[in-house]
């Protein structure tokens, strides 16, 4: 029998369960094997006799491996290449900002370097979205919880992590189980990540949308539109097809109603196709009722799997002008970030450095910058 990671907590706490083991000892050995890499269950001090054969004959201290470390000539960004147990790859990308450098309430931020970590919720994606490389790959399997939370694990002894986006490969609400479980193991001891500096993805499967707030309080929703009409947005993300933009917006309304916070809207800008000033007014008229923060995307080029172009330089800051000066809507532009080493937005597919790899502004700083404004 497979063994499962020791980070897969809906597991190891039913074993303990079973065996009448107190789950209070988990973070105790999570802290330990965080902190000793490559130690045995058995070297993990003051447990009681009984879990050290249970931990042995079921769990590892990792089942996944780093393949590859990738640093970007940005000296800011870096990808993780993670090998999973069954063979397969996802990637993580941390992403690092001074917040000396950015501005808060009219005053320079106190602080320093935060780091934030985009993990993957799946190997490949089933989504299917026209800009996305990882979506090129079709949908391979489901990370168990145990598989996500080991991304952070492996992130943290590269560098203190402050931040978790699940905007990595996949679709992180048709993982939703483990995606919860995995987000909860996050928060809690000894990672203590807050769930408001936790944001979560998706295309808008609205069934779990209607339950995120309730199983995780607190964390926040980003939401990829990338258009204002159904059409054009079937067009660009096929699986949009299965929820109308109708339906989707009072899946929003309730969310919001019952969280009370801010919406982030992922916008990709592609050329021609739904950067129109046009289109700007009518997102807006779309989001009036909401509180949201859209955050524009410069689409990044996957290579010889485009079939977009990148809007213009000119045209992201005329829809951005839009948004913000006629409608006042909060609205930023992505820093481009680990273009290089195929980590930015929408570039996330699975390439082996030696093995046939893909050819490699105004701006938006951390995540955290804009859930506190």
């Given at each position: 029998m497979a063994l499962k990671s020791i980070f897969d907590s809906g597991a190891l706490r039913t074993e303990l369960e079973k065996a009448g083991i107190k789950t209070s000892f988990i973070p105790i050995i999570w802290k330990y094997v965080i902190q000793n890499p490559n130690c045995e269950f058995d070297e993990i001090p003051s447990l009681p006799s009984a879990i050290y054969p249970l931990l042995q004959s079921k769990f590892k201290t990792c089942t996944s491996t780093v393949d590859t470390v990738l640093e970007s000539n940005d000296n800011v960004t870096t990808k993780l290449l993670v090998k999973l147990k069954n063979g397969a790859f996802v990637e993580a990308v941390i992403m690092r900002y001074d917040s000396r450098l950015g501005i808060c309430g009219g005053k320079p931020r106190p602080g320093g370097v935060r780091a934030t970590l985009c993990v993957s919720s799946q190997v490949g994606c089933k989504m299917a979205c026209t800009f996305c490389a990882t979506g090129s790959m079709g949908f391979k399997n489901n990370l168990?919880?145990?598989?996500?939370v080991e991304q952070l694990v492996h992130a943290s002894r590269i560098c203190e992590i402050r931040n978790i986006v699940f905007m990595g490969m996949g679709e992180p609400m048709n993982n939703y189980?483990?995606?919860?479980?995995?987000?909860?193991?996050?928060?809690?001891?000894?990672?203590?990540?807050?769930?408001?500096?936790?944001?979560?993805?998706?295309?808008?499967?609205?069934?779990?949308?209607?339950?995120?707030?309730?199983d995780l309080p607190s964390v926040n929703l980003a939401v990829s539109l990338h258009a204002p009409d159904q059409k054009t947005r079937c067009e660009i993300m096929p699986t949009a097809s299965k929820f109308s933009l109708e339906q989707l917006m009072e899946a929003l309304r309730v969310f919001q109603q019952k969280s009370q916070q801010k919406i982030f809207i992922e916008y990709?800008?592609?050329?021609?196709?739904?950067?129109?000033?046009?289109?700007?007014?009518?997102?807006?008229?779309?989001?009036?009722?909401?509180?949201?923060?859209?955050?524009?995307?410069?689409?990044?080029?996957?290579?010889?799997?485009?079939?977009?172009?990148?809007?213009?330089?000119?045209?992201?800051?005329?829809?951005?002008?839009?948004?913000?000066?006629?409608?006042?809507?909060?609205?930023?532009?992505?820093?481009?970030?680990?273009?290089?080493?195929?980590?930015?937005?929408?570039?996330?597919v699975v390439s082996i450095p030696?093995?046939?790899?893909?050819?490699?502004?105004?701006?938006?700083?951390d995540i955290e910058d804009l859930i506190r404004v």
């Open positions: 168990s919880s145990g598989e996500i189980t483990s995606l919860v479980e995995a987000v909860r193991s996050m928060i809690g001891y000894p990672f203590l990540i807050s769930p408001r500096r936790i944001t979560i993805s998706t295309v808008g499967i609205i069934p779990c949308i209607k339950k995120l707030h309730d990709i800008m592609l050329n021609g196709k739904n950067d129109s000033e046009e289109q700007a007014h009518d997102l807006a008229k779309l989001l009036e009722k909401f509180q949201v923060v859209i955050n524009l995307i410069p689409f990044n080029p996957i290579g010889s799997l485009s079939t977009h172009s990148t809007s213009t330089d000119q045209g992201v800051v005329k829809f951005q002008q839009i948004l913000r000066g006629t409608y006042n809507i909060r609205t930023t532009i992505r820093k481009q970030m680990g273009q290089d080493i195929m980590g930015a937005c929408g570039q996330l030696g093995k046939g790899s893909p050819e490699g502004s105004s701006s938006v700083p």
